[in-house]
């Protein structure tokens, strides 16, 4: 005797659940609904099947990538106000996110004042990266500098650096807000050095390439740390006027 539809259905979820097709599992009912209404062939119910559990592979792996990067918070670009920030070369951001820039190995710089948009700027780009299916990381200048100066300590440097070495995408935020000790940033500029010509890396500071001997005092290291970011980089200036201020000033019904 044939089993009923319910015992069918009960038996294809566990198998489906064992297998761990997770749009199989929760959709094969509907889908086979829908097949059976608009008279499908059992290639076509298949194929419909088979879609489902690749779309929900594909958006449950960018939600891992987003997770793995330790963003402070996501942020993208459907959410900047480009028009609240004229100045930045929206053509220019959108090209980069399609990526072809991380295939070229090719750096972001983003300068300007905080405020200014640059670090959403840059997390959004990293956003855009992970939906990319790209394995990416988001950290401080200070943080990372930190993490490295602890793993010398710990005798697992090259561990560490392995690890950063391995991401197609690496975020380095507010690099140049404070002093840099010479050790940290020398061990920064080999992890800079090392993944140049290898993997993308987006940097931002609000400090003019001038003034970064201010922050980085080893005038050897602070040339070697410019000419390995700026090489071949795109470099956008996001500005001296706090978007985040007029953003909250025109939210007042204020004048920024």
């Known amino acids: 005797m044939n089993s009923s539809p319910s015992i069918e259905q009960a038996a294809i979820q566990q198998y489906a659940r064992q297998l761990y097709p997770t749009a199989v599992a929760d959709q094969f009912a509907r889908l086979a609904e829908e097949a059976a209404r608009k008279k499908q062939s059992h290639l076509s119910y298949l194929e419909a099947l088979l879609e489902a559990e690749i779309e929900e592979r594909d958006r449950r792996a960018v939600i891992r990538r987003i997770k793995e990067a330790h963003f402070p918070a996501v942020k993208t670009l459907e959410e900047f106000d480009f028009p609240?920030?004229?100045?930045?070369?929206?053509?220019?951001?959108?090209?980069?996110?399609?990526?072809?820039?991380?295939?070229?190995?090719?750096?972001?710089?983003?300068?300007?004042?905080?405020?200014?948009?640059?670090?959403?700027?840059?997390?959004?780009?990293?956003?855009?990266?992970?939906?990319?299916?790209?394995?990416?990381?988001?950290?401080?200048?200070?943080?990372?500098g930190t993490e490295m100066i602890e793993a010398q300590s710990q005798l697992q440097l090259t561990r560490v650096r392995n690890r950063w070495m391995r991401y197609e995408m690496v975020v380095l935020d507010e690099l140049g807000y404070v002093v840099m000790p010479d050790a940290a940033a020398e061990l920064l500029f080999q992890l800079i050095a090392g993944r140049a010509e290898q993997a993308a890396i987006i940097v931002?500071?609000?400090?003019?390439?001038?003034?970064?001997?201010?922050?980085?005092?080893?005038?050897?290291?602070?040339?070697?740390?410019?000419?390995?970011?700026?090489?071949?980089?795109?470099?956008?200036?996001?500005?001296?006027?706090?978007?985040?201020?007029r953003r909250t000033m025109a939210r007042k019904g204020g004048k920024a």
């Open 84 to 144: 609240a920030a004229p100045h930045i070369p929206v053509a220019l951001v959108k090209n980069l996110s399609q990526g072809q820039y991380m295939e070229r190995k090719e750096p972001v710089v983003l300068i300007g004042e905080t405020g200014t948009g640059k670090s959403h700027l840059a997390v959004a780009l990293a956003v855009a990266a992970c939906r990319q299916r790209k394995r990416v990381r988001f950290t401080t200048a200070a943080e990372l």
């Open 204 to 245: 931002t500071t609000n400090l003019p390439f001038s003034e970064w001997p201010t922050k980085i005092p080893n005038a050897r290291l602070c040339k070697a740390m410019l000419d390995r970011l700026t090489d071949r980089a795109h470099i956008i200036e996001t500005g001296t006027e706090s978007y985040r201020f």
